[in-house]
């Protein structure tokens, strides 16, 4: 059974930071490409980053470029969300998900039925 367990959320300030993981189990973690989204109260879930499961390409939504970092130890089983300069729009739960496909660098990284298996969330809380 494929399990992902996000951590690391919590209130910050705005412009500080914090550091989200996403660990793994039930797969083979890294062949598999990596993704993390969000979802503010009222809205749609949206995409944040996703990582090839090599870790050498990766896809940032245009609000968090500059800002946001994503990277993976396969040794571990762990992928990371660096997040800094927070901002309150930033303000959501934050999910990591697990493409449905192994060893595929996907031209959609963005689109929710890329992956197969979500994390049940982290809450991220900017005040200002």
């Known amino acids: 059974q494929v399990q992902l367990v996000e951590s690391g959320g919590g209130l910050v300030q705005v412009g500080g930071s914090l550091r989200l993981s996403c660990a793994a189990s039930?797969?083979?973690?890294?062949?598999?490409?990596m993704g993390w989204f969000r979802q503010a109260p009222g809205k749609d879930r949206e995409f944040v980053v996703g990582?090839?499961?090599?870790?050498?390409?990766?896809d940032y939504a245009e609000s968090v470029k500059g800002r946001f970092t994503i990277y993976r130890d396969n040794a571990k089983n762990t992928v990371y969300l660096q997040m800094n300069r927070l901002e309150p729009e930033d303000t959501a739960v934050y999910y990591c998900?697990?493409?449905?496909?192994?060893?595929?660098?996907?031209?959609?990284?963005?689109?929710?039925?890329?992956?197969?298996?979500w994390g049940q969330g982290t809450q991220v809380t900017v005040s200002s």
């Open positions: 998900a697990v493409d449905q496909v192994p060893f595929r660098t996907p031209s959609d990284y963005d689109r929710e039925g890329t992956y197969d298996y």
């Open positions: 039930g797969r083979t973690f890294s062949r598999y490409t």
């Open positions: 990582i090839s499961w090599s870790g050498r390409r990766t």
